[in-house]
């Protein structure tokens, strides 16, 4: 049986520049506690259109799980400026609580 990620990567396979793809293995990644591979996978995405704002976000995320404040702080500070850039209010609420709370965040 094939998985949801190997079909996704055969996808992307054929459309490599597909931007919902790379979001989509990145969030498979997640799931699948390959946070090193999701961060990558997200890096790409955001390099084929740095206006995807999740994936500012869920990088992020991926970042804390691997203990990578300080990364995930540069991400988030990125994708806040993303979300002002494309107009998101949504994600500018959602990056700036969470960047917030990682800025709180000992060292």
């Given at each position: 049986m094939t998985t949801r990620l190997e079909k996704l990567n055969q996808m992307l396979e054929r459309e490599p520049q597909d931007a919902f793809l790379n979001f989509g293995v990145a969030m498979e990644?997640?799931?699948a506690e390959d946070y090193a591979g999701a961060v990558a996978r997200f890096d790409r995405l955001l390099s084929i259109d740095p206006d995807y704002t999740a994936g500012y976000h869920h990088k992020a995320l991926a970042q804390l799980a691997l203990d990578r404040i300080?990364?995930?702080?540069?991400?988030?500070?990125?994708?806040?400026?993303?979300?002002?850039?494309?107009?998101?209010?949504?994600?500018?609420?959602?990056?700036?609580?969470?960047l917030a709370r990682v800025r709180a965040t000992p060292r």
């Open positions: 990644l997640v799931k300080a990364e995930a702080q540069a991400t988030l500070e990125a994708g806040v400026e993303a979300a002002r850039r494309v107009d998101n209010a949504h994600a500018l609420a959602e990056m700036s609580e969470l």
